[in-house]
């Protein structure tokens, strides 16, 4: 049996996603032009809502990358968040999309060891998405299988954060 992924998002991490669709066709994946056709859809980039008709056009659903350890820390810029309060752990997550934002059940999450000093884009680059990717591998994997993880986010532990304001700018 064929599996079908659509990749959409950002064009503004074009390199990310192409390691997604690759992990992808590593996986056993064809890609798919639109989200009807894919049995699921991956956005390693979204700064934007989906229309409910586009995540739920696949048909396991929209997986949807997001830079901390979903339910702490929805919003924008997680990891700025997090290297400015000089947390230690985070973690690369993909969720299913929903209507809230960053609010989908949890499919796949791998701890992220921030060091002390680092910028939120060299944690980016060398933390976050290569543990991403190995989380992509898991969720696909699944979804494969016909056991695709949706692990409900606790409410109580959510936390949200707008975008990041430089203090003193």
């Known amino acids: 049996m064929r599996a079908y992924v659509h990749a959409c998002g950002d064009a503004s991490a074009e390199a990310f996603r192409a390691r997604c669709e690759s992990i992808a066709r590593e996986t056993g994946f064809t890609a798919a032009v639109e989200p009807s056709d894919a049995d699921v859809a991956i956005a390693p980039m979204l ?6 008709a586009q995540y ?5 659903g929209t997986l949807v990358f997001h ?10 810029d997680a ?3 997090a290297v400015a309060a000089g947390e230690r752990v985070s973690a690369a997550t993909w969720f299913w999309c929903s209507d809230g934002l960053d609010e989908g059940d949890v499919c796949e999450q791998e701890v992220v060891v921030l060091r002390p ?8 680059h060398t933390r976050f998405v290569p543990a991403g990717l190995r ?6 994997e699944g979804v ?7 692990a409900p986010q606790d409410p109580s532990l959510a936390t949200y954060d707008g975008r990041f304001v430089r203090e003193g700018v």
């Open 135 to 140: 989380a992509l591998r898991r969720a696909l």
């Open 47 to 52: 700064s934007r809502r989906l229309p409910r």
């Open 79 to 81: 990891i700025r968040h």
């Open 117 to 124: 000093g680092e910028s939120a884009g060299r944690a980016y």
């Open 144 to 150: 494969l299988a016909g056991t695709p993880r949706k």
């Open 56 to 60: 739920e056009a696949p048909r396991c």
């Open 67 to 76: 830079p901390s350890a979903l339910p702490y820390r929805r919003g924008p």
